[in-house]
């Protein structure tokens, strides 16, 4: 019974680091990380996000158009780049580590301790998948919070707000931090589920074969 459970603890962790790695992926790339309604237009909708900046229109058209320079980019949204890049190495490589480690893979199937460290460090990476997706996603949303709210700004002015990505992104920094701790956990089947060994044990001797192997005589009090 508890080597089945550890077994489904496994599945599920792998389950959830896989979707918060596609979702990650899906974060890095799509202009949904700000939007942003202009008050003079209001048939045109702006979305940007870490590589372009798209104009959606009333008719369903959509316009977008690559950031020029990339030393041109606000801080964050530079350092974003390289966090959610990262963030996406990470995910397949402790995806990639964590399945040679599960218990119904083959690989290494002789060695329970090497299983157990690839179960490890699949757990470990994801974990850190899942903070580096965190940071930037928290990061862009907070400076967008300080803008909107930035009394300094005529309120005339259209401010950005949230993106769909923002928040895809907090689900998948969360279930890849959760996939890679429940993966790392789960470790302790290698170690519950392998049965040990059974002790040897010596064929029993046969009768009258073990002991003296000079028997005495039933009468040994026998007087000659």
């Known amino acids: 019974m508890a080597g089945g459970w550890w ?17 990650s992926c899906v974060t890095t790339f799509v202009p949904l990380w700000k939007n942003l309604n202009l008050d003079l237009n209001e048939m ?3 979305n940007m996000g870490l590589w372009q900046v798209c104009i959606t229109q009333e008719e369903g058209v959509v316009e977008c158009q690559a950031h020029g320079s990339f030393l041109a ?12 890049c990262l963030s996406n190495g990470l995910g397949l490589l402790g995806c990639l580590l964590a399945a040679l480690g599960l218990e119904g893979w ?3 199937e002789d060695k329970p301790g090497r299983k157990r460290r690839l179960l490890l460090g699949g757990g470990a990476t994801l974990g850190t998948a899942g903070v580096t997706t965190l940071v930037p996603v928290s990061w ?14 005529p309120d005339i002015v259209p401010r ?15 279930f890849l931090a959760a996939g890679g701790l429940l993966l790392a956990c789960s470790t302790r089947s290698t170690t519950t589920a392998t049965p040990l ?7 029993p001797a046969a009768p009258g074969l073990a002991g003296d192997h000079h028997p005495h005589p039933k009468n040994a009090d026998l007087v000659i």
């Open 44 to 46: 045109e909708v702006w």
């Open 73 to 84: 980019l606000p801080p964050e949204l530079r350092i974003s780049r390289l966090l959610m």
């Open 106 to 108: 083959r690989t290494c």
């Open 197 to 203: 060994a059974p002790a040897c044990r010596r064929a």
């Open 160 to 174: 950005w707000e949230f993106g769909e990505a923002t928040f895809l992104g907090w689900f998948a920094g969360a």
């Open 140 to 153: 862009v949303a907070y400076n967008t919070v300080l803008d909107f709210w930035d009394e300094t700004v």
């Open 7 to 23: 077994a489904k603890a496994q599945g599920g962790g792998m389950l959830l680091a896989l979707l918060g790695w596609i979702s």
